[in-house]
């Protein structure tokens, strides 16, 4: 009879093993989970670059207005979708005037959508006068 020992001999146990496959997995999860939130935030911040540039785009356009009541009268949510700057997932257009035939006139553009169940909006808002 041959007696079997361990003494002596170098290796890792099974709960050793064990011990370091978990620690290996969080880190690894960790950083994959880092990965997926930066591409959350980075798709976020492009929705966010496009309905800032597209509520600008009707600002601008409001500029060439001859007069006020050329900007209030005019349907621009109507007239954002028909220049196709609805680009976005489910995006819509607000124009609010706060006061239409004050001079300045104060204008509040806001845009909106809806991405992965995420409402999303941009707001600007700026005071627009007309010399005569």
């Not at 002596?8 to 290996?24: D, N, P, Q, R």
């Not at 553009?109 to 006068?129: A, E, F």
Request: proline residues 3%.
């Amino acid at each position: 009879m041959s007696k079997f020992s361990l003494k002596g001999k170098t290796g890792f146990t099974l709960i050793e093993l064990l011990c370091a496959v978990f620690i290996l997995s969080v880190g690894i999860a960790g950083v994959l989970l880092f990965f997926s939130n930066s591409m959350l935030s980075s798709g976020y911040a492009w929705d966010m670059t496009v309905g800032t540039s597209h509520a600008e785009y009707l600002l601008e356009e409001m500029q060439t207005k001859e007069t006020l009541a050329d900007i209030t009268r005019t349907d621009w949510p109507n007239w954002a979708q028909q220049q196709g700057l609805a680009t976005l997932p489910q995006e819509s257009f607000q124009v609010v005037y706060l006061n239409a035939v004050q001079d300045p006139l104060e204008i509040e553009v806001q845009v909106n959508w809806v991405r992965k169940g995420r409402n999303s909006n941009v707001v600007l808002k700026t005071k627009m006068t007309k010399q005569p």
